[in-house]
C-alpha cells in the first residue's frame, strides 16, 4: 500500500472508530525528507490518495499534490525534526478529550500505559495550528510515543502508521478506564516499583 493509500484506510478507521468527527483530526507518514499529509477541511473517511498533499520536512512547502495540507502540520514537521517517529496521528477522541480538558496528565493506572512511555502528559494549550502548540506537544512528547493537548486532543507517534495508529487506540482506552474509573471510585495509580516490575518481567519471560 503506498503511503497516500495507507492515510486514506486509517482515516478510514478513525471514523469508523469514532475517533474523529467531521473534519477533525489529521494523519501523516515520513519518508526521508518528505511528509505525506491528510488534507485540510476534508473528512478522513472520504479522502482519495490523490487528495494527500507531501510537503518539505523542513520547509513545510508541499512539493506534490493540489490540496492545502492539514492545518496542524507544522506541529507534525516539529515532530519529526526532534523524533525518531516515522507516523503520526492526532484526533479529538471523546476520553482523551476529556482527560486533556480535566487534568494536566494521565497517570499509569494501566500497564499497558508503559507501551506509551508511562505517564502521559497534557500539553499547555495554544491555539491550534500555531507553532507554539506544536512547540507545547513536542515538548510533552519528550521520551513518550503519545501526548494529550489541552482543550484540544491527542497525538501519537510510531515507526509505522499502524503503531502509530495503534498508540491512538491505546491512549483513548487509557482515558476511558481512567475517566470510568473516577465515576466509580478513586482509580488506584501504578507504581514505579510495579512499573519496573512489569518491564523486568517483559524483558525476562518465564520459560516455556
Ligand atoms: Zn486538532
Redesign the pocket.
Known sequence: MSLREQLCEYGRRAVELGLVIGT??NLSVREGDLVTVTPSGAALDRLTPEMCPVVDLTTGRRVAGETRPSS?TPMHLAIYQTTDARAIV?T?SVFGTVVATTMTELPPVHYNALMLGGVVKVAEYAT?GTPELAANVRAALEGKRAALMAN??GVTIGATLEEAFEATRLLEWLCEVYVRGLSVGKPTILTEEQLAAVVERALNPPPL
Do not use: A, D
Open positions: 477533525s483530526g496542524e492526532h479529538h491550534y484540544h486532543g
